[in-house]
């Protein structure tokens, strides 16, 4: 049995591009966005699902229990081809058992005929929509007496209105969406036999909505077509709200040619002909047979470009040395029957995605998106790859390798399809977008003897055989493949879950508030009844003349009616439009954060993306951000600094976590990083010319040069001897062997090859030895081409154990061209020395570890390089066992994880690399500015301890002022870990007591900078049981920075849940990769940054950025104001409507609360709706105490979020109390009970004003009546309200003050017009018989002045005596002392304290102190000079200056104090004692300046076991080298492999 090996199944690039002409389909560019949008909206929740693979771990693995379960319950799916069905498979009507889901999805949740009901369902599920229905309800029945129902249902209809509008905007969006995905066009096989899928019975509903979407759309194009009006484009705020962004790299123009295309249509008997492609110019291809094929030559890439070199242009492979025996070719078999003889009707045809079924032969064409999952059987390509770009799916947007099946690469044509038999046998649907398992079985029969019986056979199909729904073709002519999963079975869809519905912490208080109101409602309706009730059945008064004949025959019945007409007249006591209001408040500061430009990264084209819109104000009481390291605070842009090979360090490098070490010894940084950059720039220009003088490498190009080390060069020419030489060769050999990079080739002279690998580290490594004279050129169907010293050699590439984040390593196994098998292995350094064969190489094996540990204390990311000869014997039994495994559809991930373990032993060390990931612009600036608002930040990481620390020091997140306490306990005695806790307590006085507990729930002053946390992910483990949980979480609390390294992504978001649950703050959590999913869906807010490793973090997160830097703009400025601006605009709302309601409440005081009505009905229904709702909209939307410059000058005033004193019960309830405190004042600001003052006198001033005397008119009519009456009330409450507003708004522009002005003046014009009318009924004529009365404007003048006087007053003698920190910043602005800051530009305004930021790996370029745009200019220039003197003078509450008097000067920052109690003692790093070699007598700037800073370090503390220290990595003895047999995992490599971070990230 033929079973195909599993290295084919890996991304292994075979590179192009080549450039032939084919036909394809063209695709317009607003077709592709309108795809791209669907697949976007898809995957906002993929992360929710499934974690990358680089995720593996303790969620991964339980996900993977999951799907493991589900296949033994569902034993997957068996799709047969030309073949008959199985009884077993078939019903009794001859037609398939099993149904497969059609193609065509839904996102859209409404149809034409389901609109209505469904969305009124879904409104109708908010409370308030209900309790307004039932109050319209009521006031149909004339008994509660409500004067005109039909007026009552206005405001609900109105807000159902509007909110239906917007979701059937959005949905209508969605549904054009899914037409035009639905109808998309694809190239499927017709008139053939499907035998896996029966004939759709559509049914007469299903027919009767079509008939309804027909008919809306024939509708809608005759609108279109009489407005003569054109389908726009979507703006750039459209795009980016709902698409992905387009790839970060620009990528070059396909010069293949276009294939004809017009959506929906449909193309009978396209002739489907492979290569060759016919000339250029030609419209379709010939008619050859197959078997006339000429055969392209065995080439990587071709190129028929005119103007090109022809030797620069083409690649050939090298043909075997004379006497080099050729490897024998394996046997695929193919999965044409050849004893089949075709109808000849099937034809490749254009049909819709939608009619896309399962076992359906479809064929791709370059730049076209795939419809459905689809296993790959042949390409364009003669060995079988095929390039994807999986953006849609996890945000990737580097180039993938997909191969076909080997017995799939002969079926070309339709008669070809015609001519297959075979069955595929595959696992159920999951969402796992990183694992397939599938089983190609046929019958292989002999050509030549058609009469002889067939041999079975099998081909595994993995995940690389596997084309995903949405991923798009690139650089391939084209594909055919057969469709094993349709429509929501597709991964994609399967990983569309939904994201956490997240909610603001103000609108889960604000239910409360509401719940409040029905109270206080029930209230005033019991008293209106019990109060009615009781006069009604005491007699004696008017009530008996005036109410003969009512409902009510006993009191009982008459409170009872009388309770539900209070309940009407006092429906505005709960806000009907409150909820829209503020959705239009969340909306409106969306597109503010949105099209901030200040937040736009160009590189990307990325502005700041909100995801979730309601929960901006959350994003101004953030206490605690949990980032990520990697691609986070770093670039995650990878560049080869290092390198250690045979005992000999190479490489000049001066990285930012070596200027942070410099930084804690005392060393002017600025110094020793000027004098290094130009040591570098000479040793750059020295190694470039010794490379040309070896061999004039035409592939190096002198700017891409990241690795400066002449020594190398050197001891490549053979300086150093032999030995040496031979060393560094097969040390960059392995670089250009042991990898799964995409190689491109842009023609020109010379070319220039560019590699697109899945990981930054790979193509950083493969990079290098391109540099070094080590080109890969690319592959062909078995090997790898690649250019050694101007040498071309094809190396055949046997079999590649691809890496995973359980594996912590990848192998290559070669075979050279002298026939010896070599295996080439590249790892954690961990991992790699306890596979090194065991007694040998002890001197290699400490040199290389003490190197690796001064690379890993200069920031550097590490890895080990070893190689193993394989004798052909054990190759080939090994190699049995592999293609079994392999070929496995359950546990097959598990089956060869442990065979590929159990070749991987036994190895020779050659070396290491150590690569730099450089940190982020603004970093240090950015964490300096989040760290003066109070904000904690804790970095959660995959990365190595040392390497965490040294960039915590360089980014300021580390100081030189803190003892640095590193928990560490070994997995085997976890009993410590308590003890360690208690032991670290107790130095702060601490227990870890309930009662600290809760004292540290209401602590929220940032704590001393004097300690910081560092932990491990083993040890994290042990503390975050329930048990010492809490006495963890108290010891984070008393540190100024935490660090948590080696941590998984379980643990990232257990580690936040702890913080949220336990500190009851609100968190955010930042992070730009798969990884990071966990923790930003379990934060309240989570931030995605648009970086290298795809965007699955982008579509998990509520908003989006391009690069760190920026969060604190969307933090302190946009999340301050949207937390001010909501929390006013809330209390507002709640005083209007308090004002409004009780204003009626004290009238029923003299009608025996018969509900009946002070006001015109109309005016209670346009209250919320138009008299009072304009400004307090503006307020949320528009109102600033200070512009942004300011917030980031004084970032100290975001402190009041942290503390929620801009929102709290007492603020809403409480009455004013001053009191002799500062930051207190604001909470005990009044609203409700403002509203009831100022209630009190609308009502009353008109009360006194009628109680003695009566007013009338000129023509003698009467203005006492209770309608004039509730004129004199409204309009004077309308005033007084809307200025209250205005008064609490800080920023009086001139639209805030119009639009009060106008919602003043309306009431007066409402009641001018409707009274016109005798509509109104005993309304009739009030305008002009009230306006010309002298006392209602001198009443009205009087009450404004009586009810707002009391707020003007106070808030003068609270600004005046008791200023809070805002009250002083804007009396500062408005003396000038911030001017200084107009001049200043946003991006690189600094904190009050400019912290120096040391960026000094950038080597190659100039600094940017001449041209004065770098981010030193405004601390270094003239600017602040200038206005030094009027500079603000801040306030001893909002800067605090924390001094420690542990610290020294010249302090490392691990040695503050002598007390042992905090280092944990480690043992001695081992010294390093070896002969002197001529390669070591060199002279190497960076390495001994990397050595002297190091033996400054403290050697208890830099040597400790959790660092990859050469004392650590001496101990490991090759635990996997002694038996071929997979050994169980114990001790310290159990512990690592455990350890799930991501070394090769």
Not at 662 to 678: F, L, N, S
Not at 991 to 1011: Q, V
Request: charged letters at 25%.
């Amino acid at each position: 049995m033929a079973i195909q090996p599993y290295q084919e199944d890996s991304e292994v690039s075979i590179p192009t591009k080549r450039i032939r002409w084919a036909t394809r389909r063209v695709g317009t560019q607003k077709g592709r966005r309108k795809r791209q949008n669907i697949f976007d909206r898809h995957h906002k929740g993929a992360g929710s699902v499934e974690k990358r693979r680089e995720s593996a771990g303790t969620d991964l693995e339980a996900a993977e229990e999951d799907d493991e379960s589900e296949e033994r319950q569902d034993p997957g799916r068996r799709i047969f081809f030309n073949r008959p069905l199985p009884q077993d498979a078939r019903d009794e009507q001859g037609h398939p058992l099993t149904y497969f889901v059609r193609n065509k999805i839904r996102t859209a949740k409404y149809t034409p005929v389901s609109f209505v009901p469904k969305n009124l369902w879904f409104q109708f599920h908010n409370i308030a929509n209900v309790y307004f229905l039932f109050i319209i309800i009521l006031s149909i029945f004339s008994i509660f007496g409500a004067s005109n129902p039909g007026l009552s249902a206005v405001p609900l209809i109105v807000i159902l209105f509007v909110t239906a509008v917007k979701d059937a905007i959005e949905d209508w969006r969605r549904t054009v969406l899914d037409n035009e995905l639905n109808n998309e066009a694809i190239h499927r096989l017709v008139d053939w036999n499907n035998v896996n899928t029966a004939e759709d019975n559509i049914s007469l509903w299903r027919r009767f909505k079509k008939a309804n979407s027909r008919a809306i759309a024939f509708v809608w194009k005759l609108w279109k077509g009489r407005n003569g009006s054109k389908i726009k484009g979507k703006s750039y705020a459209e795009r980016a709200m709902d698409e992905a962004r387009p790839s970060i790299e620009t990528r070059r123009e396909s010069v293949f040619s276009q294939h004809s295309h017009r959506h929906g249509g449909r193309e009978e008997g396209i002739q489907m002909t492979p290569v060759p492609s016919p000339a250029l110019g030609q419209t379709q291809f010939g008619n050859e047979p197959l078997e006339e094929v000429e055969e392209r030559p065995a080439t990587s890439m071709s190129y028929e470009e005119s103007g090109v070199d022809e030797i620069n242009s083409h690649l050939t492979v090298p043909t075997a040395k004379a006497g080099a025996s050729a490897p024998i070719k394996r046997f695929y078999g193919s999965l044409i029957d050849p004893t089949l003889t075709p109808p000849g009707k099937a034809r490749f045809t254009k049909d819709y995605w939608k009619s896309v079924q399962v076992g359906d032969f479809v064929r791709l064409y370059n730049e076209e998106q795939v419809p459905a999952d689809i296993v790959v059987l042949s390409t364009s390509d003669p060995d079988g790859a095929c390039y994807i770009e999986t953006k849609n799916l996890d945000g990737e947007t580097n180039l993938k390798v997909r191969q076909a099946l080997h017995s799939g690469r002969q079926v070309r044509h339709a008669r070809d399809c015609e001519r297959t038999n075979f069955m595929i046998e595959s696992e159920p649907p999951h969402a796992n977008l990183y694992s397939y398992s599938g089983v190609a079985r046929w019958q292989q029969r002999d050509p030549d003897n058609l009469e002889a019986p067939g041999t079975d056979m099998a081909e595994p199909i993995s995940i690389n055989n596997l084309l995903l729904r949405g991923c798009s073709i690139r650089n391939t002519e084209w594909v055919l493949g057969v469709v094993v999963f349709t429509g929501e079975e597709t991964k994609i869809m399967l990983n569309s879950g939904i994201t956490p519905s997240k909610r603001a912490k103000i609108s889960r208080d604000l239910n409360w508030n509401v719940i409040y109101n029905f109270v206080i409602l029930f209230i005033m309706c019991l008293v209106s009844a019990v109060v009615s009730g009781h006069a009604w059945g005491s007699g004696n008064n008017s009530l008996a003349f005036f109410d003969f004949g009512g409902y009510g025959s006993t009191p009982g019945i008459n409170g009872f009616i009388t309770f539900w007409a209070a309940v009407i007249l006092f429906q505005n006591l709960v806000p009907i439009s409150l909820y829209i209001t503020l959705e239009i408040i969340r909306t409106a500061q969306a597109f503010f954060i949105y099209s901030d430009t200040y937040m736009y990264h160009a590189k990307l084209d990325y502005p700041c993306t909100p995801k979730s819109w309601n929960i901006s104000d959350d994003l101004g009481q953030i206490e605690y951000i949990f980032s990520d390291k990697t691609g986070t605070l770093t670039q995650n842009v990878m560049e080869f600094k290092k390198a250690t090979i045979n005992g000999v360090p190479y490489g000049e490098a001066y990285t930012e976590a070596q200027a942070g070490m410099q930084k804690r010894q005392g060393i002017d940084v600025e110094v020793e990083g000027a004098r290094a950059r130009k040591q570098i720039a000479e040793d750059r220009i020295r190694m470039l010319k010794n490379i040309r003088k070896i061999h004039p490498n035409p592939y190096l190009r002198d700017e891409d040069l990241t690795f400066v080390a002449p020594d190398f060069i050197s001891d490549l020419a053979g300086e150093a001897g032999k030995e040496q030489k031979f060393a560094n060769e097969q040390f960059m050999l392995a670089l250009a062997l042991c990898h799964t990079v995409i190689t491109e080739r842009t023609p020109g002279d010379p070319p220039k090859i560019e590699f697109k690998a899945q990981s930054p580290d790979e193509a950083a490594l493969v990079a290098t030895a391109r540099d070094c004279g080590f080109t890969v050129l690319g592959r062909t169907n078995d090997g790898i081409i690649v250019n050694v010293m101007g040498e071309e050699r094809e190396y055949t590439v046997l079999n590649t154990l691809e890496f995973n984040s359980s594996r912590k390593r990848m192998s290559a196994i070669i075979r050279m061209p002298d026939g010896k098998i070599m295996l080439f292995c590249k790892g954690a350094d961990s991992i790699i020395y306890s596979r090194l064969r065991r007694g040998e190489q002890p001197e290699l094996r400490r040199a290389t570890a003490e190197h690796l540990e001064l690379f890993a204390r200069e920031g550097l990311r590490t890895l080990c390089i070893a190689q193993r000869e394989l004798a052909e014997e054990e190759y080939q039994l090994w190699n049995k066992q592999h293609d079994i495994a392999a070929s496995s559809v359950q546990d097959r991930d598990e089956k060869l994880e442990k065979i590929s373990d159990a070749i991987e032993r036994e190895l020779t060390l050659l070396g290491g690399t150590a690569i730099e990931d450089r940190l982020q612009d603004g970093v240090p600036d950015a964490i300096a500015l989040l760290a003066s608002a109070g904000i904690k930040l804790w970095v959660l990481t995959g990365d190595k301890v040392e390497t965490a620390i040294n960039i915590g020091f360089s980014c300021n997140l580390l100081s030189t002022e803190m003892d640095l306490i590193v928990f560490k306990v070994d997995e085997d005695k976890p009993e410590r870990a308590g003890a360690e806790l208690d032991r670290l307590l107790a130095t702060f006085n601490k227990t870890g007591s309930d009662e600290e507990l809760k004292a540290a729930k209401k602590n929220h002053e940032p704590p001393a900078p004097t300690h910081a946390l560092v932990i491990d992910g083993d040890s994290l483990k042990h503390v975050l049981d329930d048990e010492l949980r809490q006495k963890f979480l108290l010891l984070c609390k008393e540190c100024k920075s935490v660090l948590c390294c080696r941590v998984s992504p379980s643990q990232k978001a257990a580690v936040v849940q702890m913080v949220k649950n336990g500190l009851d703050v609100i968190t955010l959590s930042i992070g730009d990769g798969a990884n990071d999913v966990a923790m930003i869906q379990e934060a309240h807010v989570g931030v995605g940054i648009a970086g290298e490793e795809g965007r699955q973090a982008v579509m998990s997160s509520d908003y989006a950025i391009g690069q760190f830097r920026f969060l604190t703009r969307l933090v302190l400025v946009h999340g301050r104001w949207s937390y001010r601006r909501l929390a006013e605009t809330i209390a507002n709302f709640f005083y209007k409507n308090i004002v409004w309601t009780f204003a009626l409440f004290w009238y029923q005081i003299y009608n025996n609360f018969d509900c009946s009505y002070l006001f015109d009905y109309t005016y209670i229904l346009l209250y919320n709706l138009a008299f009072t709702s304009l400004p307090v909209i503006l307020m949320g939307i528009l109102d600033q105490d200070v512009d942004d410059k300011v917030s980031l000058a004084v970032p100290q005033l975001y402190r009041r979020g942290i503390e929620r004193k801009e929102w709290t019960q007492l603020k809403f309830w409480c009455v004013l109390l001053i009191r002799l405190r500062l930051y207190n004042v604001n909470s005990f600001r009044t609203y409700m009970i403002d509203g009831l003052y100022q209630s009190l006198i609308c009502f009353f001033m008109t009360y006194l004003v009628f109680s003695p005397a009566t007013f009338a008119t000129e023509s003698g009519q009467n203005v006492n009546d209770g309608k004039r009456m509730g004129v004199y009330v409204a309009n004077a409450t309308i005033v007084v309200v809307n200025v209250y507003i205005l008064l609490n708004t800080y920023r009086w522009d001139w639209l805030m003050v119009l639009i009060t002005a106008i919602s003043i003046l309306l009431i007066w014009f409402w009641t001018g017009v409707y009274s016109a009318f005798t509509a109104g009924f005993t309304f009739y004529e009030a305008a002009p018989q009230v306006y010309t009365q002298l006392s209602f404007w001198a009443l009205t003048l009087l009450t404004i002045v009586i009810c707002l006087l009391p707020r003007f007053a106070v808030k003068a003698f609270q600004k005046i005596y008791y200023p809070r920190d805002v009250d002083i910043i804007r009396e500062q602005i408005c003396q000038g002392k911030f001017d200084y800051l107009k001049d200043v530009d946003v991006e690189i305004l600094p904190p009050p304290l400019k912290a120096t930021s040391t960026s000094s790996s950038d080597l190659s370029k100039p600094m940017n102190g001449a041209n004065g745009n770098g981010p030193n200019t405004i601390a270094n220039g003239s600017a602040h000079g200038r206005y030094d003197d009027s500079r603000p003078i801040y306030l001893p509450s909002i800067t605090t200056t924390h001094n420690n008097p542990r610290s020294h000067d010249g302090s490392d920052g691990t040695d503050c104090t002598q007390r042992p109690s905090l280092d944990l003692q480690r043992p001695q790093r081992l010294s390093l004692e070896r002969p002197a070699r001529v390669s070591l007598d060199r002279p190497r700037p960076s390495f001994d300046r990397m050595r002297q800073s190091a033996e400054r370090v403290r050697p208890s503390f830099e040597a400790s076991n959790d660092f990859t220290s050469a004392a650590m990595l001496t101990r490991f003895e090759s635990s996997h080298s002694q038996s071929p047999i997979p050994p169980t995992v114990t001790g310290m490599e159990s512990k690592r492999r455990q350890d799930i971070s991501d070394d090769l990230r």
